[in-house]
């Protein structure tokens, strides 16, 4: 596919193909672990996603078709989160999670081969995942001594269900592409040569719907689940469609002309 660079970036490759971006870790000698940098990446082109009007959908995915993610890099772990170059230990790929799920396009998971810890969990807080018949997936963290009890738990456990959400973490097993199809974990499983090509039909097919309507939904599914950040997310949508309303802009014109709005010609609903 005749993908354009969209950004430069050292860990990341960041690149658009009609009104797909795609977010490429850039790491296949660590198969695709993340460092602070290579999240702080993401997470700036992921923004510059969110905020380019001509794209609809994102596809989150690891370069060199043997890992999607390793999570993160165990060699600048230190005391207290993963250590960058300004030697400050962070955990920031917390905040990009919340971003993939509040960004209001569907982002799509392109997983081939190792899909693990923190790496499992970007996949697993993502809108849709679409596996190669290499893919293999599981959480590390009670081996390495780590965790994720945020959305690495609670959103696997509505994915899955509890028990095997608790599997997952307590055995730390790894599991096949077969077998994240069984316990809906991914959307579709595919032969590894046919997982881009597979990725960008679900994707063009997506761009062929309202934008609107698939903000609505993906907010509506997050609200259900994020509390008071959910209903906000929600309701910052009502407040677009309202926005777009000759009811609403009456009242912004009519202060702007230093007159008392005239709703009378607006329906009262029932
Ligand atoms: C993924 C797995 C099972 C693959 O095994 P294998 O045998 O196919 O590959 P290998 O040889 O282990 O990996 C290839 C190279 O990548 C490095 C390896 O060290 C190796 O490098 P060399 O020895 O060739 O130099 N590599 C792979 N994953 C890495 C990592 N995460 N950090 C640094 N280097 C890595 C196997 O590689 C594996 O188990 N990897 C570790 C998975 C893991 O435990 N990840 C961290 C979980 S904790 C986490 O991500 C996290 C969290 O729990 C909470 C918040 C945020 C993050």
């Known amino acids: ?3 354009k660079t969209i950004k430069e970036y050292e860990e990341i490759l960041f690149q658009q193909y009609k009104g797909i971006a795609k977010i490429s870790i850039n790491r296949p000698h660590k198969h695709n672990a993340f460092t602070p940098k290579t999240v702080q990446e993401m997470s700036e082109a992921m923004e510059l996603a969110r905020q380019d009007t001509s794209i609809g959908v994102v596809i989150l995915t690891g370069e ?5 993610c390793s ?3 165990q060699s600048v772990r230190g005391d207290g989160g993963y250590v960058g170059q300004d030697l400050v230990p962070r955990l920031n790929v917390l905040d990009l999670q919340k971003q993939i799920r ?3 396009k569907p982002v799509v998971a ?6 693990i810890g923190g790496g499992h969990v970007l996949h697993v807080v993502c809108d849709l995942s679409i596996a190669a018949d290499n893919a293999r997936f599981g959480q590390t963290g009670p081996n390495v001594g780590s965790f994720d009890g945020g959305f690495g738990a609670s959103y696997l456990a509505r ?12 055995l730390c097993d790894q599991y096949d592409a077969q077998e994240a ?3 809906g974990l991914v959307n579709k499983v595919v032969p590894l040569d046919q997982l881009e090509a597979t990725t960008i039909s679900w994707c063009e097919r997506i761009l062929e719907k309202s934008p609107i309507a698939l903000r609505m939904l993906k907010s509506s599914f997050n609200a259900e689940l994020d509390g ?3 209903i906000q997310e929600l309701a910052g949508n009502a407040t677009l469609l309202y926005y777009l309303s000759e009811e609403a802009k009456e009242g912004k014109n009519a202060f702007l002309e230093k007159r008392k709005p005239d709703f009378s010609k607006f329906p009262k609903f029932p």
């Open 1 to 3: 596919f005749p993908w």
């Open 64 to 68: 060199g078709g043997k890992a999607f």
């Open 71 to 73: 999570g993160g890099d």
């Open 102 to 104: 509040s960004i209001p």
């Open 110 to 115: 392109m997983v081939a081969g190792w899909a």
């Open 159 to 170: 994915v899955v269900g509890q028990k095997k959400a608790r599997e997952i973490w307590y």
């Open 181 to 183: 199809l069984h316990m």
């Open 228 to 230: 008071q950040a959910g």
